[in-house]
C-alpha cells in the first residue's frame, strides 16, 4: 500500500490531524499538498497536545519525514516559529522537507487578504486572515514569488517589484493604505534564506522514487472537501483544491500511483466562516455540540457552527474524491443525546433532492430532511472494538456508513491517538 490520501469529507476540522498523527508511525512520508496556515491540525500524544498549522502532522513520528509539497502556500515567518516552537518541545524537525515550487506568502498578502475582507463588509468569506487566497491569486495570475526564489536575490527583487507594481496601486487607491516597499519585502525575505535553505528539495522525484521503492506515502490535505475552491461550496471556501485530485497536482505524484484515499468525517458537521450549511443548529442542540465537542478555532479562536450529520455531503465527498474508506471521528461528542437526527436528503423548492444540487442558489435553499436515530447515554471513550460500542452507538456508524457510499474504516471515541477503534487496516 504504498501511497494514501487522507483528507477532510466536510468543511474542515474533521480530526486530520489525530488521524494522520495515527497513521504515522507506520509511514515513510507525511506530505501536505495545499492549504497553508489557515489549517489548525490539533494532535494530542498522551497528555501533550500540538496545534500545526503548515508542519504536516507526521513530524511528531519520529521515523517519518514530512514534506511540504508544491501546492502549498508557506509563510516563512510562521514556518521557522512553527519549527522553533515545536524543537522547544524536543521534537526532532530536521527532517522536514520544503518543495522548491511551493509558494510563499509574504507580508502583502497578509495585508491583502485582510483589507479585502474588510471592504467585502456584509459579503465577506470570513477568511482566517492568513494570506492564503491572495497568495493562490498570484500563483495563478503568475506573479507569486515562490521558496526558489529566496536563493537568487536579483530574481526575488525583480519578482516582488513586478507584484508591488500592481498591488501598491491596488493598497493606495483602493483600499486607503500606504504602499509597501520592495526593499522592505526583499531583506525580510532574505533573512528566512539560510535558514530555510537545508529543507529545500526536489521533493517531487523524492517522492515518487519513494513510491517506486515500495516506500508509505501518506498525503495529508488541509480543510476539507466543502471548502474546495472547484467542488466545495463556492464562493464560501478556501482557495485550492483540498480534494483528493490536490494531492497529485500539489505533490507531482500521478493519480495511478494512490492507492487509497480516506475521508475523515466528523459524526454531526461543523463549519468556521460564512456560507452556506442546511444542518446548521442555532438553538441548544448546536451549543451543546459546540460545548461537548470542544468546537473552537484552532487556528482563528472563532466559535465553530454546529450542526447535525449531513449524508448528502458525505455521500458527495465520496463521489468527488473517490474515497474508499472513511475514518468516523467525534462519537464520543454524541453521547447522552436521547434521539440523534441525522440528514439523509434535502428538500428544495418542495422537491425531495438526494445528491448535492450543483447550483449555489439550490443549495443556500435546501432543506434538511432528518431521519431519527436512537441514542445511547452509556461512556464510549474506552471502547477498543465495534463491538464493545453500545448497540445503539453501532446502529449509529451503520447507518452512516450505508447512507455515505464508502465503509467506516475506523471510529475515533476521544482526541488521543489510542482512542481509536480500527474496523479495517488503513496499509
Ligand atoms: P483537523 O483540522 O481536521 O486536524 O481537526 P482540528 O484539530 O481542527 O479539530 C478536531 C478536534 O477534535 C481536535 O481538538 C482534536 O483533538 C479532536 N478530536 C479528533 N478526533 C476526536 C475524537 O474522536 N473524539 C474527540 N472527542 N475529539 C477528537
Ligand atoms: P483545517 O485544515 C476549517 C475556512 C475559513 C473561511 C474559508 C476561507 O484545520 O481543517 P481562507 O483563510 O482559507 O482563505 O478562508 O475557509 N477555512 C477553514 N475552516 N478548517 C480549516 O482548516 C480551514 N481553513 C480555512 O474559515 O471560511
Ligand atoms: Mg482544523
Not at 2 to 11: D, E
Not at 163 to 175: G, I, R, S
Not at 337 to 349: K, L, Q, S
Request: net charge negative; charged share 20%.
Amino acid at each position: 500500500m504504498p501511497a494514501l490520501v487522507l483528507l477532510g469529507a466536510q468543511w474542515g476540522d474533521e480530526g486530520k490531524g489525530k488521524a494522520t498523527d495515527l497513521l504515522g508511525g507506520s509511514v515513510d512520508y507525511v506530505v501536505r499538498y495545499q492549504g497553508g496556515n489557515n489549517a489548525g491540525h490539533t494532535v494530542v500524544v498522551g497528555d501533550q497536545k500540538y496545534a500545526l498549522h503548515l508542519l504536516p502532522s507526521g513530524i511528531l513520528s519520529p521515523g517519518c519525514t514530512p514534506v511540504i509539497g508544491n501546492g502549498v502556500v508557506v509563510d516563512p515567518a510562521v514556518l521557522l516559529s512553527e519549527l522553533s516552537g515545536l524543537a522547544d518541545r524536543g521534537v526532532d524537525t530536521s527532517k522536514l522537507l520544503i518543495s522548491g515550487n511551493a509558494h510563499l506568502i509574504t507580508p502583502y498578502h497578509t495585508t491583502l487578504d485582510k483589507v479585502s475582507e474588510r471592504f467585502l463588509g456584509k459579503r465577506k468569506i470570513g477568511t482566517t486572515g492568513r494570506g492564503i487566497g491572495p497568495a493562490y491569486a498570484d500563483k495563478i495570475n503568475r506573479v507569486g514569488i515562490r521558496v526558489q526564489d529566496l536563493f537568487d536575490e536579483s530574481i526575488l527583487r525583480q519578482k516582488v517589484e513586478a507584484a508591488l507594481d500592481y498591488k501598491n496601486q491596488v493598497l493606495a487607491k483602493l483600499y486607503n493604505r500606504r504602499a509597501i516597499a520592495v526593499d522592505q519585502v526583499v531583506e525580510e525575505l532574505l533573512g528566512y534564506a539560510d535558514r530555510l535553505s537545508g529543507y529545500v528539495a526536489d521533493t517531487t522525484l523524492l517522492l515518487n522514487n519513494a513510491i517506486d521503492q515500495g516506500q508509505v506515502v501518506l498525503f495529508e490535505g488541509g480543510q476539507g472537501t466543502l471548502l474546495d475552491v472547484d467542488h466545495g461550496t463556492y464562493p464560501f471556501v478556501t482557495s485550492s483544491n483540498p480534494t483528493a485530485g490536490g494531492a497529485c497536482t500539489g505533490t507531482g505524484v500521478g493519480p495511478t500511483k494512490i492507492n487509497r484515499v480516506i475521508g475523515i468525517l466528523k459524526a454531526y458537521t461543523t463549519r468556521v466562516g460564512a456560507g452556506p450549511f442546511p444542518t446548521e443548529l442555532l438553538d441548544e442542540d448546536g451549543e451543546k455540540l459546540r460545548t461537548i465537542g470542544g468546537e473552537r478555532g484552532v487556528t482563528t479562536g472563532r466559535d465553530r457552527r454546529c450542526g447535525w450529520f449531513d449524508a448528502v455531503i458525505a455521500r458527495y465527498a465520496t463521489r468527488v474524491n473517490g474515497l474508499t474508506d472513511f475514518f468516523l471521528t467525534k462519537l464520543d461528542v454524541l453521547t447522552g443525546w436521547e434521539r440523534i437526527p441525522v440528514c439523509v436528503a434535502y428538500e428544495i423548492d418542495g422537491k425531495r433532492v438526494e445528491e448535492l444540487p450543483y447550483s449555489q442558489t439550490d443549495f443556500h435553499h435546501a432543506k434538511p430532511i432528518y431521519e431519527t436515530l436512537p441514542g445511547w447515554s452509556e461512556d464510549i471513550t474506552q471502547a477498543k472494538t465495534f463491538d464493545e460500542l453500545p448497540k445503539n452507538a453501532q446502529k449509529y456508524v451503520q447507518a452512516l456508513e450505508e447512507m455515505s457510499g464508502a465503509p467506516i474504516s475506523a471510529i475515533g471515541v476521544g482526541p488521543g491517538r489510542d482512542e481509536t477503534i480500527q474496523i479495517n487496516s488503513f496499509l
